[in-house]
């Protein structure tokens, strides 16, 4: 993570916003929401105001349906300094 954020330093941008979307049957999400954005917001050096997080689950479909993996999918928005 330190290497990325070293990599969007040095070419003079930043985080604009961060969009994530969680597919899992379990654990369900929303009772770690809290700590999840709190952590990102650290470590990232970012506000809460700029994460956003969805998710779903796989209708017990797939090996995401039978719990053996969860899929997670983010897009970051950079912006130049």
Not at 52 to 60: F, G, L, Q, R, V
């Amino acid at each position: 993570m330190l290497y990325a954020l070293n990599k969007i330093k040095l070419k003079k941008l930043f985080i604009g916003n961060i969009d994530i979307m969680v597919i899992s049957e379990n654990p369900k999400i929303n009772i770690y929401y809290n700590a999840i954005i709190r952590n990102l917001c650290k470590l990232l050096q970012i506000k809460q105001n700029q994460i956003t997080i969805k998710a779903t689950t796989n209708e017990k479909s797939g090996l995401i349906g039978d719990e053996k993996f969860i899929a997670v999918w983010s897009s970051i928005l950079l912006k130049k300094i």
